[in-house]
């Protein structure tokens, strides 16, 4: 069909109903209107729910809900393996300061793109749970090895080191203060490269002047002004950062080439022992012994508690770039119609 088209996005969204959309052909001097919905258009325009993944394993658990190794089993990426976190909204809004939290991490992994913080893939939620589909760090966290190891070598501490600086400094320039730098929230890739995870801490718009007074973070690596209550900012995290290397007083980055380690030129120090996708090895036998079961959660809430988790919905680009090329034009006789883990715990 040649010519010229015009969509007219129609939807009313709080919870990841179904998107219609009224589209009008121009061809070949006629006009045709034709409806797409999610199922003439089901590969550029997915729909994400929990039925779209296998569980696997718990790799994590805490206060607020599971993290899981899944599969994907339906649509696009069909067979690849993730991490998905699922959060239980009625424990979420029984407090203003968590909702608002979950909501700056939702939109902190929409937003950030770097190669050491963890990417974010879908995010959906259902009556009583959230859920975000994270890419799957198979090498476990750094706390981890350093239960294996004890101590690291000097070299090794600069990469690991080095890397974490690049992940916060590009926070910082987007304004993002992090506020819970420890081991446990630094993850290993399979390559054994660092990814920073677990956002539900940071605070957004903290640029040069601007300061924050929340009491939150981990004990073991918390500024003295958050202590204080003095007001804070981003040296917060820098201060966190030397908590982890705190007996060193040289030149320690003196050797390192910044361009070759952000683009991963650099071969990390260790890289983690995998067997599969599903390897699930390098994560605490705690968690990945237990039975993965995603419960049942019919909990309703009220309208206004709903309405806090509008647009939490979310398809990373790389993922609709992965499916353009399949999309079609399906014309259908239908009228269209409207729908509406850590043993160091975090203060929040």
Not at 247 to 273: G, I
Request: proline letters at 4%; glycine letters at 6%; a negative charge.
């Amino acid at each position: 069909m040649a010519g010229v088209f015009d969509i007219d996005l129609e939807t009313e969204d709080i919870s990841d109903t179904e998107v219609c959309i009224k589209c009008s052909f121009i061809a070949n001097a006629q006009t045709e209107e034709v409806e797409l919905t999610s199922e003439s258009v089901n590969r550029d325009c997915e729909r994400v729910g929990p039925d779209c993944f296998e569980l696997l394993t718990v790799l994590g658990k805490g206060a607020y809900g599971k993290v899981f190794q899944v599969r994907k089993v339906q649509g696009a990426q069909t067979g690849r393996i993730f991490a998905m976190k699922v959060l239980k909204k009625a424990k979420i809004v029984c407090n203003a300061k968590d909702t608002a939290h979950t909501r700056a991490e939702r939109e902190i992994l929409e937003t950030v793109r770097h190669p050491f913080i963890v990417d974010l893939l879908y995010a959906f939620q259902t009556g009583g749970k959230l859920y975000l589909i994270l890419e799957c760090l198979s090498g476990g966290e750094l706390f981890m090895q350093l239960e294996k190891e004890g101590i690291f070598m000097e070299d090794t501490a600069c990469f690991y080191l080095g890397e974490i600086t690049l992940a916060l400094g590009h926070l910082h320039s987007n304004g993002i203060i992090y506020r819970d730098l420890k081991p446990e929230n630094i993850m290993l890739n399979h390559q054994g490269h660092i990814k920073l995870t677990d956002f539900g801490l940071c605070k957004e718009s903290i640029h040069d002047g601007s300061v924050t007074h929340t009491f939150c973070g981990t004990i073991e690596y918390m500024a003295p002004e958050i202590l204080t209550r003095s007001g804070h900012n981003r040296a917060v995290d820098w201060w966190s950062l030397g908590a982890l290397m705190y007996d060193m007083k040289h030149a320690f980055f003196k050797h390192v080439n910044w361009d070759d380690l952000l683009h991963k030129r650099v071969e990390p120090p260790y890289k983690p022992q995998l067997q599969s996708d599903e390897d699930v090895s390098q994560f605490d036998t705690r968690f990945t012994r237990q039975t993965p079961v995603d419960s049942p959660d019919d909990t309703s809430l009220s309208h206004s508690a709903e309405l806090a988790f509008a647009g939490f919905t979310y398809v990373a680009p790389s993922v609709l770039e992965s499916l353009k090329e399949g999309f079609s034009f399906e014309p259908r006789a239908r009228n269209v119609r409207r729908h509406n883990s850590s043993p160091r715990t975090p203060i929040r």
